[in-house]
T-cell receptor, first 115, second 111 residues
């Protein structure tokens, strides 16, 4: 069964360092999402792509976060510089809308710890 | 602004019990509602998707209902098993494709 691939699985970094996460969605899925999930809370959308275009990045802290999906396939989320409050699970999801139905498929996430 | 609340925050039940998880939302103008399962340290798995025009969806021992007018959804799990232990999250979708998640219900089913 096709899956959303994410790497790395875990990342430990010191504050002020740069980190990058990678996501490869399910083949053929045009929509890709990056979510951030703080421990004990539900995921919050950071950025949504439709093909290579950003559809929604209203919750992305643009002073330190950036995201790209250059060829409309895989995507990279970067944080520079990382802060202690960035410690969280970063989840990537993809979907393929069929009519009104849109089911999201999530990757296993990248657990980020900022020391 | 849409707010999604899940009650209870945690639930512990013996194996075999039928149980109900609750989800409420403040803005009834939703496109759909999804229930997800999340195992510790893992990503989310979609369980059921209910369109705004539907009242319920069923998959195996799971049944989800939706009452848009009252801003509520329930996830019913029949004959619970230890393997059902996980966090269950509901999320409401709007026509912008953006999902708003609740904070989840952490379920433990003990033998």
């Amino acid at each position: 069964e096709a899956e959303v691939a994410q790497s790395p699985r875990y990342k430990i970094t010191e504050k002020s360092q740069a980190v990058a996460f990678w996501c490869d969605p399910i083949s053929g899925h045009a929509t890709l999402y990056w979510y951030r999930q703080i421990l004990g809370q539900g995921p919050e959308l950071l950025v949504q792509f439709q093909d290579e275009s950003v559809v929604d990045d209203s919750q992305l802290p643009k002073d330190r976060f950036s995201a790209e999906r250059l060829k409309g396939v895989d995507s990279t989320l970067k944080i520079q510089p990382a802060e202690l409050g960035d410690s969280a699970m970063y989840l990537c999801a993809s979907s393929s809308r069929t009519g009104q139905e849109e089911k999201l498929f999530f990757g296993s996430g990248t657990q980020l710890s900022v020391l | 602004k849409q707010e999604v609340t899940q009650i209870p925050a945690a639930l512990s039940v013996p194996e075999g019990e039928n149980l109900v998880l609750n989800c409420s939302f403040t803005d009834s103008a939703i496109y759909n509602l999804q229930w997800f399962r999340q195992d510790p340290g893992k990503g989310l798995t979609s369980l059921l998707l209910i369109q705004s025009s539907q009242r319920e969806q069923t998959s195996g021992r799971l049944n989800a209902s939706l009452d848009k007018s009252s801003g509520r959804s329930t996830l019913y799990i029949a004959a619970s098993q230890p393997g059902d232990s996980a966090t269950y999250l509901c999320a409401v979708g709007h026509n912008t494709d953006k999902l708003i998640f609740g904070t989840g219900t952490r379920l433990q089913v003990f033998p």
